[in-house]
């Protein structure tokens, strides 16, 4: 029996674009591959961005795409609950575990303050080392006074970390103090999605290109955390005439590709042909995808999406 655990855990804040669903099809490829699990978890933290009402519809884009799960969001499962807004006790544990264990901090410093003392181009976030310690240090009894609360950081006594891709190779990523819980009383993405993959035994993570730099540091929280990381595959990225496809974009989304009548085979067969998994797109379903899926046939730049390539989508 194989003890392969994936997942995909789409975050409810708008419809799934074409490079959500590309995701999503590598992730459940993979795991039909490895005669494993798949586990679909709804990453619903952002209180702000998050719509409860998108939680249904993003099921039932991927049910759409023929993409099921064995336990999870919608059918339940032994690790219960698969929403993220109701495993607040699960990062307030690990939270509390961090500060006895000396592994967070309290910071002060604001956006405002960081981008102040960054000497990076464009105002961009210096990585969070020495002198921020120090001038948290420094300020921190005139921001109590203030009245302001703090967020809490990981702090980060091995900045430079290696690890091995399944897709990209070996990696190596300089990383500073990240946020663990913002100010605001927000939980942040990087302990959230680390404590749910370890509760729920996940063995391997399938995500975007964009997140490569995030894995670096949610393995030191692993550590940290006395839980051995899984393995992590990053898949290139799907770009549209306005760069990375993205939900805020309004990027095409499978839910208007369905009320354009377009079938879910045909959508699949062009994501695994923009993968580099087939040499000309052809219509197949979700399972027919475990058949072609290998990970040395998947090219490595990002595939940018044009109208003439649309017009193959399109077609009835």
Not at 43 to 51: M, N, T, V
Request: glycine share 6%; with cysteine; net charge positive.
């Amino acid at each position: 029996m194989s003890c392969y655990r994936g997942r995909y855990a789409p975050s409810p804040t708008g419809n799934l674009h074409l490079g959500n669903a590309r995701t999503a099809l590598v992730a459940f490829w993979r795991a039909k591959k490895q005669n494993g699990q798949f586990i679909m978890r709804v990453e619903d933290l952002d209180s702000a961005r998050s719509k409860p009402e998108k939680i249904a519809t993003n099921l039932e884009e991927l049910a759409y795409l023929g993409i099921n799960w064995s336990e999870g969001a919608s059918i339940g499962g032994p690790y219960k609950p698969y929403l993220q807004s109701k495993r607040f006790a699960f990062y307030q544990a690990a939270l509390d575990s961090l500060k006895k264990n000396n592994h967070i901090f309290e910071c002060y410093l604001s956006r405002k303050d960081l981008r102040e003392i960054s000497s990076a181009p464009h105002g961009q976030m210096p990585i969070y080392g020495n002198i921020e310690r120090e001038l948290n240090k420094n300020i921190k009894a005139q921001k109590i006074a203030k009245g302001k609360a703090p967020s809490w950081r990981f702090l980060q006594k091995t900045p430079k970390l290696q690890f091995h891709d399944a897709i990209y190779g070996e990696q190596e990523f300089t990383i500073g103090d990240f946020i663990v819980k913002r100010a605001d009383n927000e939980w942040a993405y990087q302990l959230a999605v680390v404590v749910d993959d370890i509760a729920m035994g996940i063995s391997e993570i399938v995500r975007g290109f964009d997140l490569l730099e995030s894995t670096a540091a949610q393995i030191t929280l692993y550590k940290a955390l006395g839980a051995k990381a899984p393995s992590f595959m990053h898949i290139p990225l799907l770009y549209d005439e306005s760069g990375r496809m993205a939900k805020r974009k309004g990027s095409l989304t499978i839910t208007e590709l369905k009320k354009q009548a377009v079938k879910a085979e045909r959508i699949i067969g062009f994501l695994a042909y923009s993968l580099g998994l087939i040499e000309e797109p052809e219509e197949m379903s979700a399972l027919e995808g475990v058949g072609v899926f290998e990970l040395d046939r998947i090219r490595l730049e990002p595939y940018q999406i044009t109208p003439s390539n649309l017009h193959w989508l399109s077609q009835s």
